[in-house]
């Protein structure tokens, strides 16, 4: 075939009159060719080749087809497009959103609960699975269901009540989240973490985070409370991922000692006194909803968890974003994948809670007041 007649075709046929610049470019691939003696290569043809446009040698489509040839005018009004975008943020429509979500809804839902009582909480607590009780235990309490606060996602977890208390545990204002939203919901990281956010914004400075887990180190028992040392973040998901808010907390959170070891220090005391066993691991935060396979289980002990639950890992990273101390404790409600031959269910989770309640509400009972509440969050 020869190259330089092909490229004049491609010129004739496409370049309109009155271009004479790229005209002459064209021109001037098939005349800059090497001596008779030299033979090119065919890496040689292709680079020559690589200057027409792809679309251009198309000649059978028709001008107007999805890439319209050069010079071809469209058949639609200007600005239109000829074949509609699809609406998934292409095409250089690419939109970020900070990572806590809404701020204005944050803002919101913080001012209808402190229209709704005089309770000013300093710390937060979040129930997990079939761990709701403890709840109760509030006096002068105000209880507010999620779906009546803006913004604040609904659990459709069994197991969680979804309904915000606040009240009194001594002489401590205390905020209980009774219930959380998971991802495996369908949830986004800052959907998950709404809630803490706006304890946040509403003055708690210190968390504690209860959760359902299963046991992967054989030493701990069904029933057993576990104080979260570390945790394993497997969820393939950030809730700070996105543009940071300057006014909630760092870029660059430090997550060194995300568990506060005085936090830890008194549960052990306090534990002690009442008699409580208390264990302390690390937890591996999974997405869920499907459990673990034991091949999944020995690979978690290989890597040194303790403990395996699809929640707490977001909601403590954004406590630590916003300056809180945290707290976190595991009830052991079912052994893991491949310790035991028995199936694992739902059911044993929530009949391992209610095992477990009087425990956990004793133990939380003398444990609140004697936790000091972490610095105020500075204010923007």
Request: aromatic share 6%; hydrophobic share 40%; net charge positive.
């Amino acid at each position: 075939m020869d190259h330089g007649r092909f490229l004049e075709g491609c010129r004739q046929h496409w370049e309109p009159p009155g271009n004479a610049a790229r005209a002459q470019r064209i021109r001037g691939f098939h005349t800059t060719r090497p001596p008779e003696s030299q033979p090119r290569s065919e890496i040689f043809h292709h680079r020559y080749l690589r200057f027409v446009r792809f679309r251009q040698l198309q000649l059978h489509r028709h001008p107007d087809w999805r890439n319209r040839g050069a010079g071809a005018q469209p058949q639609v009004g200007p600005g239109a497009l000829r074949y509609p975008r699809r609406g998934r943020g292409l095409h250089g429509e690419f939109h970020v959103r900070l990572h806590c979500g809404n701020a204005a809804v944050i803002e919101e839902a913080r001012q209808y609960i402190e229209n709704s009582t005089d309770v000013r909480p300093v710390i937060g607590v979040v129930l997990g699975s079939g761990l709701g009780a403890f709840a109760a235990e509030l006096t002068e309490r105000v209880d507010l269901p999620y779906s009546e606060l803006p913004g604040w996602p609904g659990s459709t977890a069994v197991g969680h009540a979804g309904r915000l208390i606040l009240g009194k545990v001594g002489d401590m204002d205390v905020a209980v989240m009774a219930g959380r939203v998971h991802l495996y919901e369908g949830y986004s990281p800052a959907q998950v973490t709404f809630g803490v956010r706006v304890l946040g914004t509403l003055g708690v400075r210190s968390m504690v985070f209860t959760n359902a887990a299963g046991g992967i180190n054989q030493s701990l028992t069904r029933g057993g409370l576990v104080l979260i040392s570390d945790h394993i973040n497997l969820q393939c998901s950030n809730p700070l991922a996105g543009p940071n808010d300057d006014a909630l907390g760092p870029r660059f959170p430090d997550m060194s000692e995300a568990y506060s070891a005085e936090y830890r220090a008194i549960a052990k005391a306090v534990a002690a006194e009442l008699s409580i066993p208390l264990a302390e691991g690390v937890y591996a935060a999974v997405l869920g909803p499907s459990y673990e396979t034991p091949a999944e289980i020995r690979y978690l002990r290989a890597i040194g968890a303790d403990l395996v639950g699809m929640s707490t890992a977001p909601e403590v990273i954004v406590a630590n974003h916003m300056g809180m101390k945290v707290l976190g404790i595991s009830c052991v409600t079912n052994m893991a994948a491949g310790i035991l031959a028995q199936k694992i269910s739902h059911d044993e989770v929530l009949e391992t809670g209610a095992m477990v309640r009087d425990t956990l509400v004793r133990f939380l009972r003398a444990l609140l007041p004697r936790l000091e509440p972490g610095p105020p969050r500075a204010r923007s």
